[in-house]
T-cell receptor, first 114, second 114 residues
Framework: QKEVEQNSGPLSVPEGAIASLNCTYSDRGSQSFFWYRQYSGKSPELIMFIYSNGDKEDGRFTAQLNKASQYVSLLIRDSQPSDSATYLCAVNTPYDNAGNMLTFGGGTRLMVKP | KAGVTQTPRYLIKTRGQQVTLSCSPISGHRSVSWYQQTPGQGLQFLFEYFSETQRNKGNFPGRFSGRQFSNSRSEMNVSTLELGDSALYLC?????????????FGPGTRLTVT
C-alpha cells in the first residue's frame, strides 16, 4: 500500500525565517508530487508541483525532490503569519488506470509567529 | 476563470438516508475527482471521472457512487448513510487525466450524519 508520511507538527517558525516542510513516500514508481496549503475550515489550495529531481522555485516557495531518497520538501522563505496553515503533500503513482488518483500525507501544521 | 464549485456547501442528514453532492469543474477541465476528508483518516481518494467514465476507485464501499455528465459536471451519491460518513467531501478538477496534471479543489461539501 502506498504511503505518504509527513510530520504532523506543529512546526513553529518566527516571522521572516525559512520554514522547511518534509514528506517521504513509499512507492518508488511515484511520478508527480504536489504541495497543497489548507487553512482551517477551507479546502486545499495547490501551491507547488514537481516532477523532476532537483529544485523548483516559485516566488517564496521552493519544492525539492529526491527520488533516490523518496523525499520531497517544501521551503517557504521569508515566512509570514499568513503562511500559518496545514501543508499537505500529495503523490501520484502511475499504474494502469491510476489517472488522477492522489495519495495524501497527513499534513504538517505550520505556525508562523510575529 | 471561475473555480470549481460544489453544492450544497453544508448538509445534515440522518442515518439510513441517501445524499447527492454536485460538482462543476473549471471550464474546459475534463477530469473530476472526489475525495473524502476526515480528522482521523485525512484526505482519501474516492473516485475519478473522465469523459463520463469512472477511471479509478478508491477503497470505499459500494454505497459510494458517482457519475459524470457530458458537460463534465459530476455528482456523487452516498446511500444508506452511516455516522462515519460525516466528512468534508471535496471535488477536484483537472484539465485531463494522468499523473502529470494538477488538480484544483472546490470549497467542499460538509456532510453531517446524525
Amino acid at each position: 500500500q502506498k504511503e505518504v508520511e509527513q510530520n504532523s507538527g506543529p512546526l513553529s517558525v518566527p516571522e521572516g525565517a525559512i520554514a522547511s516542510l518534509n514528506c517521504t513516500y513509499s512507492d518508488r514508481g511515484s511520478q508527480s508530487f504536489f504541495w497543497y496549503r489548507q487553512y482551517s475550515g477551507k479546502s486545499p489550495e495547490l501551491i507547488m508541483f514537481i516532477y523532476s529531481n532537483g529544485d523548483k522555485e516559485d516566488g517564496r516557495f521552493t519544492a525539492q525532490l529526491n527520488k533516490a531518497s523518496q523525499y520531497v520538501s517544501l521551503l517557504i522563505r521569508d515566512s509570514q503569519p499568513s503562511d500559518s496553515a496545514t501543508y499537505l503533500c500529495a503523490v501520484n503513482t502511475p499504474y494502469d488506470n491510476a489517472g488522477n488518483m492522489l495519495t495524501f500525507g497527513g499534513g504538517t501544521r505550520l505556525m508562523v509567529k510575529p | 476563470k471561475a473555480g470549481v464549485t460544489q453544492t450544497p456547501r453544508y448538509l445534515i442528514k440522518t442515518r439510513g438516508q441517501q445524499v447527492t453532492l454536485s460538482c462543476s469543474p473549471i471550464s474546459g477541465h475534463r477530469s473530476v475527482s472526489w475525495y473524502q476528508q476526515t480528522p482521523g483518516q485525512g484526505l482519501q481518494f474516492l473516485f475519478e471521472y473522465f469523459s463520463e467514465t469512472q477511471r479509478n476507485k478508491g477503497n470505499f464501499p459500494g454505497r459510494f457512487s458517482g457519475r459524470q455528465f457530458s458537460n463534465s459536471r459530476s455528482e456523487m451519491n452516498v446511500s444508506t448513510l452511516e455516522l462515519g460518513d460525516s466528512a468534508l467531501y471535496l471535488c477536484a478538477s483537472s484539465p485531463w487525466t494522468g499523473p502529470s496534471y494538477e488538480q484544483y479543489f472546490g470549497p467542499g461539501t460538509r456532510l453531517t450524519v446524525t
